[in-house]
């Protein structure tokens, strides 16, 4: 199978690069050689990630790419809240199909982030190594937050309980029930339609409904390895 790819490169040359058929599949790297190299291990990594999950799944080995677009930013593709254009990927109509689909991928990640959390004592949730930018708490709100975020690209994010963002762990399963509530009732014209918010954002990147949903999936997973290999650094600190 040949896999279309999308790649937005910053004007330092960091590059991120995603796989329009692998909803939530992406790499980042400091160079566009470097993005489109990784993704010869992310692929196979994110088809077993759903044989994990109990998907038939063929292994992948040697997977190719075809790099469908380009896109050149004055940001970098490596900061938090960079540059992130809109693919023409993104700019196809999500279906009631999609949206299931990431919902399903949405409960496999948060097992996966689960799984983790589980294994946390809560006086331990503070602590950040050294030269890492969030702590283990800050990483589990900033999860929570962005998947209500995400919501509000397609002004789909509904009054909030502000009660329920207090408990980290409260806030994450609250952020997101809504997503599970809100995706499946988009209306047609969320699901087509291609947005420029102004809430909570200093930057104008469109987005839609499909960017929406890729993002999601792969956020959650992002940071998801990054607990690991934090958690990995606190058990030999």
Known sequence: MIYRTSLNIGHDGSTSAHVHDLMGCATLASTKERAISKLEFTIPDYNRWLRSKGERIPAVRNPQMTI?????????????GGSDPLFSCDRIKCTHADISRCLQLLNYTRTDLDKIISK?????L????????RSLRNVLEHVAQVDIWYLSRIRADPRLERTRMKDVFEFLDYAR???HEVLPRLTTEQRSQTFRP???SDSRWPWTATKVLHRLVGHERQHT???QRIL????NH
């Open 68 to 80: 469908i677009e380009e896109i050149r930013t004055q940001g970098s593709a490596g900061e938090a």
């Open 120 to 124: 946390i004592p809560t006086e331990e």
């Open 126 to 133: 503070d602590w950040k190594p050294p030269s890492e930018p």
């Open 177 to 179: 029930s809504l997503v």
């Open 198 to 200: 102004k809430k909570w």
């Open 225 to 227: 390895h990054y607990l």
């Open 232 to 235: 990995r650094v606190h058990d």
